[in-house]
């Protein structure tokens, strides 16, 4: 069974860009969460999407966006990029919320670079 | 202080024990994890343990849960260099009214032959 999947690997903006990333969770996982991981700073929860709403977002500014698809995978989307948005950032999915939290398992990231 | 926090970093020499120690503030989590991060991975569950549990043993893993204390820790028999790597803690907290996974600033484990 293919694990989460996501594009691209690695990604060079300059400061005022836009990017874009892609995630692609787990057959059967409808909810998918993004992640910040930061030099120094942890992990830190962006986004939650399940079954096609947001459901929680963290205390990131409204330039960092997302959505989710019919066929559950996501997008990550940040604009005017600063130097301080150099990340990794993890896509996690698991199985519908069920009123509690499942296992999230993990894609192996994008490296985001922002010069 | 942060909702879960680790210690940061552990040095041990290969065969001897590790221990990482995590505390957490939110009473209510049901599910207690850990999880692993080699260099240039995503991050892999190791193990979890249940709320109502104070000890999970899977082969050289331990997990000892005080919840009076709020203090969890994660106990690797016979470590490898193999098992170099960040380790996160992580539980959920309410948010919104939604539950959050939180995750510590995680643990480096330097393991050294």
């Known amino acids: 069974e293919a694990g989460v999947t996501q594009s691209p690997t690695h990604l060079i903006k300059t400061r005022g860009q836009q990017a874009t990333l892609r995630c692609s969770p787990i057959?059967?996982?409808?909810?998918v969460y993004w992640y910040q991981q930061a030099l120094g700073l942890g992990l830190q929860f962006l986004l939650w999407y399940d079954e096609g709403e947001e459901r929680n977002r963290g205390n990131f500014p409204p330039r960092f966006s997302g959505r989710q698809f019919p066929n559950y995978s996501s997008e990550l989307n940040v604009n005017a990029l600063e130097l301080e948005d150099s990340a990794l950032y993890l896509c996690?999915?698991?199985?519908?919320?069920?009123?509690?939290?499942?296992?999230?398992?993990f894609g192996p990231g994008t490296r985001l670079t922002v010069l | 202080g942060e909702d879960v926090e680790q210690s940061l970093f552990l040095s041990v020499r290969e065969g001897d024990s590790s221990v990482i120690n995590c505390t957490y503030t939110?009473?209510?989590?049901?599910?207690l994890y850990w999880y692993k991060q080699e260099p240039g991975a995503g991050l892999q569950l190791l193990t979890y343990?249940?709320?109502?549990?104070d000890m999970k043993q899977d082969q050289r893993l331990t997990v000892l849960l005080n919840k009076k204390d709020k203090h969890l820790s994660l106990r690797i028999a016979d470590t490898q260099t193999g098992d170099s790597a960040i380790y996160f803690c992580?539980?959920?907290?309410?948010?919104?009214?939604?539950?959050?996974?939180?995750f510590g600033k995680g643990t480096m484990l330097l393991v050294s032959p």
């Open positions: 939110d009473s209510s989590s049901t599910y």
């Open positions: 057959s059967g996982h409808t909810s």
């Open positions: 343990i249940f709320s109502n549990m």
């Open positions: 992580a539980g959920p907290i309410m948010n919104s009214g939604y539950s959050t996974l939180t």
């Open positions: 996690a999915s698991s199985p519908r919320y069920r009123g509690f939290l499942d296992e999230q398992f």
